[in-house]
């Protein structure tokens, strides 16, 4: 799998949109973009995932550029309980076999 | 519906001790699988099962050992604790597309 490199942290002013980069130059094609997020050593929660096309949700959109080797996440409109580490991951497979390679992640931080 | 259960929340071991950590899902899912977090890291792949009889190694597997039995259950033991294996401990399951995990269990071996 497809390595990530993420900023170590970030912050964002509540009610604004909170962008989260990820990097991926070396992503194969057949390879998914995931995202978690862990609020305070709880255990992670998915929050979206993508190959090719831009994906959104209830939680959050996911920006996927052209050629594939980086990533957006958008939090529309962040709140302080979106404080957390989100981690950008890229797996091969999708599903019930899906192994997941956690990095440091980004700390995201949402002042009031 | 629980979701991924996981018990003990905290424990704490001697050296060379032995424990089972309980982990049971209630959502039919295949696949699961147990991680463990050190402080300031993120999660790395311990064990992982595709299906009841089926399990696999993941990244960091000496000192572990796990079995699945059943679709919902699937403990992972600590045959011979060690301070190396101070950690919180997650176990997921999955569906199509995510995984599910459970609150954690924080061990320290002293």
């Known amino acids: 799998d497809a390595k990530t490199t993420q900023p170590t942290s970030m912050d964002c002013a509540e009610g604004r949109a909170a962008n989260l980069p990820c990097n991926h130059s070396?992503?194969?094609?057949?390879?998914?973009v995931y995202w978690y997020r862990q609020i305070h050593s709880q255990g992670p929660q998915y929050i979206i995932h993508?190959?090719?096309n831009n994906e959104t949700n209830e939680m959050a959109s996911l920006i996927i550029t052209e050629d594939r080797k980086s990533s957006t996440l958008i939090l529309p409109h962040a709140t302080l309980r979106d404080t957390a580490v989100y981690y950008c991951?890229?797996?091969?497979?999708?599903?019930?076999?899906?192994?997941?390679?956690f990095g440091k992640g980004i700390t995201l931080s949402v002042r009031p | 519906n629980a979701g991924v259960t996981q018990t003990p929340k905290f424990q704490v071991l001697k050296t060379g001790q032995s424990m089972t950590l309980q982990c049971a899902q209630d959502?039919?899912?295949?696949?699961m699988s147990w991680y463990r977090q050190d402080p300031g890291m993120g999660l790395r792949l311990i064990h992982y099962?595709?299906?009841?009889?089926?399990?696999d190694q993941g990244e960091v597997p000496n000192g572990y050992n796990v079995s699945r039995s059943t679709t919902e259950d699937f403990p992972l033991r600590l045959l011979s604790a060690a301070p190396s294996q101070t950690s919180v401990y997650f176990c997921?399951?999955?569906?199509?597309?995510?995984?599910?995990f459970g609150p954690g269990t924080r061990l320290t071996v002293t």
């Open positions: 099962s595709v299906g009841a009889g089926i399990t």
């Open positions: 991951i890229v797996s091969r497979t999708t599903g019930a076999n899906s192994k997941l390679t």
């Open positions: 993508g190959l090719k």
């Open positions: 959502m039919n899912h295949e696949y």
């Open positions: 997921a399951s999955s569906a199509e597309g995510e995984q599910y």
């Open positions: 070396t992503i194969s094609g057949n390879e998914y």
